[in-house]
Nanobody
Framework: QVQLVESGGGLVQPGGSLRLSCAASGSIAGIYSMGWYRQAPGKQRELVAFITSSGSTNYADSVKGRFTISRDYAKNTAYLQMNSLKFEDTAVYYC????????WGQGTQVTVSS
């Protein structure tokens, strides 16, 4: 089992920045990739970005050039640096890990509002 704990969400004005963190614990040796998904009210959960164990990254078109995913293996933590935030980035952001299973964090709210 893998446990994921997100932090770093909050309220930010348009154009602002936030950094989300996802700390992994448990059976982390088998984690192949870590990523972030988000779900806005009334919408389906969507992939934001992921990073594989080799360091390859992939981003949703809507966040390319604004968000950066990274992973600190020493700290077993993944990060999502979010810059130039827009109203439409408002959502609950979920950390995800793929290994022997598919694991999810509890989610952290990001609200972009003036």
């Amino acid at each position: 089992q893998v446990q994921l704990v997100e932090s770093g969400g909050g309220l930010v004005q348009p154009g602002g920045s936030l950094r989300l963190s996802c700390a992994a614990s448990g059976s982390i040796a088998g984690i192949y990739s870590m990523g972030w998904y988000r779900q806005a009210p009334g919408k389906q959960r969507e992939l934001v970005a992921f990073i594989t164990s080799s360091g390859s990254t992939n981003y949703a078109d809507s966040v390319k050039g604004r968000f950066t995913i990274s992973r600190d293996y020493a700290k077993n933590t993944a990060y999502l640096q979010m810059n130039s935030l827009k109203f439409e980035d408002t959502a609950v952001y979920y950390c995800n890990a793929l290994g022997s299973g598919h694991y999810w964090g509890q989610g952290t709210q990001v609200t972009v509002s003036s």
